[in-house]
């Protein structure tokens, strides 16, 4: 048994995928997302086990008649590994791999498998580490107990070492080294963790001057795609969960005279174990301190309405649910589902269409994006002097002119303007700036 626990990977097993449901609710496919996620991961998948149970069996979660049937079927379909789309306490694993005698995996543990093949950079791989070390240490320390009975067994452990041959509960000393050890590693990994978010949010606050847009959303919704079309950032896209890990910043112009910065992020999920935020909070910061969420839906998705959801109550995880969010429906160039895109244009009124593929709706996008960068419009009268233009020059750029008067050495403007650009226009020094109306 000692073997089933060693890694969590399950790249090429045969995987069984189990859904235990509480509710009568049958509307959606409730394995689709858990079919992607393992998938993604690099399991084929032999088998899937769909469950209605009234209570949760302590013990085995699912109850003992279904836990036995699960037990057949994975002799049947010679599976290598169960994942559960329900998240198991270290009890349930141990008692269900007893049970079936493959590993068990639960949702979270999948998840953060998923993540720590996809960590590329320094920071994605420390945090990845610390939340797996956090959430799947005390279950794979629990797996170790019975080591009490194979004193001196030797090998087998995550850590890979076991206490002295002969010597009474080796387990238990052993768990005593590791939890030691992984407690010192904890310590090190938050260490080095805090040393590069704080470098990290300095460079973020170090961009207060400039307007900041997050891209947000549902993992394959389409994030990278968009900033790569709007910008030609060259960031990694691919048809599968979790493609990005890391933040990426970069300039766009979405109208003469407005630059913005624009960041992508990873990509929310149903779940997100509570640890992976945790851990890619400083990630996650790009989004704290935006001054507008972009959140990328996929509408193609038949359950585009519950990974909205998903994907705000992360928001509100993080800090950020009251922030000022533009929604973007993305991908209308494969919407199959009759009425799908209506329904959401329904219920999000002022949500943006777009194929971030095609190009389709990427005017309208960068209209509203530029709206909401500029702010109220206001309406001006400015005196300058016609030595400097730059007063001039900054109102053409980024308002609209109505009326210009020359009188002997200065010029009388009255125009339009967004809010947000008032402080830049009062940097150049007019002579005299009045708000008209508001
Ligand atoms: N047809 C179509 N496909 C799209 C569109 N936008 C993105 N895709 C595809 O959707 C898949 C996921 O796109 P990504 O840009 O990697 O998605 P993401 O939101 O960055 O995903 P994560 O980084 O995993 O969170 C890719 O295969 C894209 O080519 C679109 O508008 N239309
Ligand atoms: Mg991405």
């Given at each position: 048994m000692e073997k089933l626990r060693q890694t969590l990977r399950i790249r090429k097993e045969r995987a069984i995928l189990v859904a235990a449901l509480l509710s009568a609710r049958s509307d959606s496919d409730d394995l689709a997302e858990l079919t992607a996620l393992a998938e993604?991961?690099?399991?084929?998948?032999?088998?899937?086990?769909?469950?209605?149970?009234?209570?949760?069996?302590?013990?085995?979660?699912?109850?003992?008649?279904?836990?036995?049937?699960?037990?057949?079927?994975?002799?049947?379909?010679?599976?290598?590994v169960v994942v559960f789309d329900n998240d198991l306490s270290p009890n349930q694993i141990r008692e269900l791999e007893e049970l079936i005698n493959i590993k068990v995996l639960d949702r979270s543990e999948l998840i953060l498998d998923i993540f720590a093949t996809r960590a590329k950079t320094k920071q994605a791989k420390l945090q990845v580490e610390l939340a797996q070390l956090e959430y799947t240490y005390?279950?794979?320390?629990?797996?170790?107990?019975?080591?009490?009975?194979?004193?001196?067994?030797?090998?087998?452990?995550?850590?890979?070492?076991?206490?002295?041959?002969g010597t009474r509960g080796p387990g238990e000393q052993q768990l005593e080294i590791d939890r030691r050890l992984v407690g010192k590693r904890i310590t090190e990994l938050k260490r080095e963790l805090t040393n590069i978010d704080k470098r990290r949010i300095r460079e973020i606050k170090g961009r207060s001057g400039?307007?900041?847009?997050?891209?947000?959303?549902?993992?394959?919704?389409?994030?990278?795609?968009?900033?790569?079309?709007?910008?030609?950032?060259?960031?990694?896209?691919?048809?599968r969960l979790f493609a990005t890990l890391d933040t990426r910043t970069r300039k766009w112009t979405p109208a003469r005279g407005?630059?913005?910065?624009?960041?992508?992020?990873?990509?929310?999920v149903k779940n997100l174990p509570h640890q992976l935020v945790a851990s890619f909070r400083a990630t996650l910061e790009e989004a704290v301190n935006a001054d507008l969420l972009v959140h990328i839906i996929d509408v193609s998705n038949p359950d585009a309405l519950n990974q909205i959801e998903s994907v705000d109550s992360v928001l509100a995880e993080i800090g950020c649910g009251q922030n000022p969010t533009l929604k973007v429906?993305?991908?209308?160039?494969?919407?199959?589902?009759?009425?799908?895109?209506?329904?959401?244009?329904?219920?999000?009124?002022?949500?943006?269409?777009?194929?971030?593929?095609?190009g389709l709706g990427l005017d309208r996008l960068s209209e509203v994006v530029t709206a909401k960068?500029?702010?109220?419009?206001?309406?001006?009268?400015?005196?300058?002097?016609?030595?400097?233009?730059?007063?001039q020059s900054f109102l053409r750029a980024h308002g609209q002119i109505l009326n210009e008067q020359y009188l002997d050495s200065s010029v009388l403007i009255d125009a339009k303007l967004g809010r947000n650009q008032l402080a830049g226009l009062k940097r150049l020094h007019p002579d005299n700036l009045e708000v008209i109306q508001s």
């Open positions: 993604s991961a690099g399991a084929v998948i032999v088998d899937r086990f769909q469950q209605k149970i009234r209570k949760i069996n302590p013990a085995t979660y699912l109850g003992k008649g279904k836990a036995h049937q699960l037990a057949q079927r994975v002799r049947r379909f010679k599976a290598d005390p279950r794979l320390t629990r797996m170790w107990s019975h080591l009490d009975s194979v004193a001196g067994a030797g090998g087998g452990t995550a850590a890979g070492t076991v206490g002295g041959i400039l307007f900041k847009i997050c891209l947000v959303g549902y993992t394959n919704a389409g994030k990278s795609t968009l900033l790569n079309t709007l910008t030609d950032a060259g960031v990694f896209v691919e048809d407005a630059e913005v910065l624009i960041s992508d992020t990873i990509g929310f429906l993305n991908k209308v160039d494969i919407v199959k589902k009759v009425g799908q895109l209506e329904m959401l244009q329904t219920l999000f009124v002022d949500a943006v269409a777009i194929s971030a593929k095609t960068y500029r702010g109220d419009e206001v309406l001006l009268r400015v005196s300058s002097s016609q030595s400097n233009g730059k007063v």
